[in-house]
């Protein structure tokens, strides 16, 4: 039986940490408090899941450190993490945690001299109540865009099963203890390509500084081809990373956010594959600090798991054009009630693939001819028509495909950056 005196605890710790995450900042200098602040790197919680490579997401952590580097695309003079707990079944303790200019990529090091504590309402650690998020104090941190930014937390208890995000491209690494304060990466002898817990890494500066800043962030909103899938590990070749260095060369650097999910929907859940677009766009996306436009490419799933023999999502529904249209226009819907400029995207190819069938073809064409034709979107990506084989256009360019017919390759992704007119932005 529990104490009363254990009840009144758990009791108070847990307010105090759901008034942190509702609260965040609000501790923070006067300074602090008026700055503006920005996202520089996103990525989109997910329920623990097997997945698509082995992860630790299922069994969680035991007073273990996790290290995790991330690139951002915007720059400032102090950082701030936020940390999601959104599909934990208890409460998480996160007892400390860093933040670090990385020393190398593929390596757990950071940089000498850049490793800062983070403090959560002036404490070294907090709690995070289940189902719920929250945003670090202010750390002093100078990065530049195109930085990577390495991000350490030591989880003292047990967490069971981690929110996490299935497919990163990038390592993450693991070790027993408490090494939240080490430079080297000796101690970090496991690895994963998944992130645990981090959903955010966002950048601030002097009021001056960042006003002009305020609400140009560009976020990449879709599934497994936003998400990155089958490009290089470690070396940031994602579509988003292309746009945000083709951004920086035109003269025009803007953070752009990454909130793809591997195997996602526009119009039904699934256990590996996120909540569906409308139930997670707020979070995700029109949320996310100083974000003036989303970017939407999303429904090859909804047309194609109904096509392959892959069990991965089964019963799938056979979805129509309609059913799709009426999917993005609630997206569209939620977008203009923020003020967000929102940008339509149309379907890559799929001929050749593990999506492909004449149902998924059709729908697929009559989807495209509305993004391009209806208007309902603020402006629109052509990247059916950038990626396609000008000897077969139901299927991706050889050049650009990454062996799947599904997936772009690197210099697929590549291509899908140059396919965006800037203005549209």
Known sequence: ?????????VATATATAVALALTAGAQASPAERHASWTAAWASAPQRPSTGFKPNWSEAGFDDQTLRQVVRVTEGGDRARIRLSNAYGSSPLRIESATIARTKEKGSASVEKGSLTPLTFGGKRGVTIPAQRQLVSDAGKLDLQPFESVTVTLHLSGTTGP????????????????DHTADTGGRAFGESTESW??????????????????????????????????????????????????????????????NSG???????????????????????????????GTVVVLEGLNDIGYSETDKPTYKPAPVVSARELINGHTELIRKARAKGVRIVGA??????????????AAAVSDEFNDWVRTSGEYDAYVDFDKALADPRDPERIAPAYDSGDHLHPNDAGYRAMARAVDLETL
């Open 1 to 9: 039986m529990i104490s009363r005196t254990r009840t009144a605890f």
């Open 162 to 177: 981690a929110t996490f995000h299935a497919q990163s491209f990038a390592t993450s690494y693991r070790a027993d203890g």
């Open 196 to 257: 645990y817990y981090l959903s955010g890494v966002d950048v601030g500066g002097s009021p001056a500084a960042r006003t002009a800043k305020k609400r140009d962030g560009v976020v990449l909103f879709g599934d497994s081809i936003t998400d990155g899938f089958a490009s290089s590990t470690d070396r940031d070749r994602r579509w988003s990373d292309a746009l945000a260095e083709r951004l920086e060369k035109a003269g025009e650097p803007r953070p752009v956010l």
């Open 261 to 291: 999910i591997g195997g996602n929907m526009v119009l039904n859940d699934s256990a590996w594959y996120g909540e569906k677009s409308a139930n997670r766009f707020a979070r995700d996306a029109l949320d996310l600090p100083g974000v």
């Open 346 to 359: 149309t379907l890559l190819p799929l001929g050749g693939s593990d999506h492909y069938g004449k149902h």
